[in-house]
């Protein structure tokens, strides 16, 4: 696990929101409203270092030359279904970007990302991408996906999510070693059927009410 393209968000509201969230009696309203919450302080902390380049404007008193982010807009890549939870709060912060949606689900035998959608900007290679999911347990989604943006172009990904296993850390930096990676947690470990311990679940079941 590199240390370099790790960063752990622990602000006192994210930990606080994830902690309400691992609860297992928390109602399918409340956990997608804090998913929602969350989203939008994860997309403050990834976003802190984009450039900024100075604008003539006008204020009621005078000219003025002002900082305004530089650049061609955002493009925010949820990995469906989970990741869906992230997009408001994201989007509430940066409402003019674009949306890419990536369709995966895990094969339940072998545990493999299989790609059943796609769609996406065609100019990626301009525009930071974030990527999100809540959950990295084994990896295989997110390199996925990962590798999907990248034939579009895409060439300054960042990956976000809530929870992360060491094992899917691993995987993931082993693959797209490039990817800086934003995370409320690592947790303990997988158990057996590939779920983070102590974790909170399945962030997609819990969100929708499918389970």
């Known amino acids: 696990m590199s240390a370099e393209t790790l960063h752990l968000v622990g602000h006192p509201l994210v930990q606080h929101k994830l902690s309400l969230m691992r609860e297992r009696d928390r109602s ?3 956990f997608r409203e804090l998913l929602n919450e969350i989203g939008m302080l994860l997309c403050y902390e990834v976003t802190r270092d984009l450039p900024l380049e100075l604008v003539d404007i006008e204020t009621p008193i005078a000219a003025m030359k002002a900082p305004m982010i530089a650049g061609k807009k955002l493009t925010l890549a949820p990995i469906l279904r989970a990741g869906v939870g992230f997009l408001d709060g994201m989007l509430a912060l940066v409402p003019s970007a674009r949306v890419a949606h990536i369709g995966l689900y895990r094969d339940p035998k072998t545990l493999q990302a299989v790609e059943y ?3 996406a900007p ?4 301009d525009r930071m991408v974030i990527l999100m999911d809540p959950m990295l347990a084994t990896g295989n989604s997110a390199c996925a996906a990962a590798a999907l943006l990248k034939t579009r172009g895409a060439r300054d ?3 976000v999510c809530l929870l992360a296993a060491p094992e899917g850390i691993a995987q993931f930096q082993n693959e797209h070693p490039d990817i ?3 995370t409320a947690a690592v947790d303990e470990k997988l ?3 590939s779920y983070i311990v102590p974790g909170l679940g399945d962030a997609g079941d819990r969100m929708f009410g499918t389970k």
């Open 180 to 182: 800086p990676i934003w």
């Open 157 to 159: 990904i960042r990956f």
């Open 28 to 30: 399918i309203k409340s």
């Open 191 to 193: 158990n057996d059927h």
């Open 117 to 119: 959608f796609f769609k």
């Open 122 to 125: 065609q100019d990626l290679s």
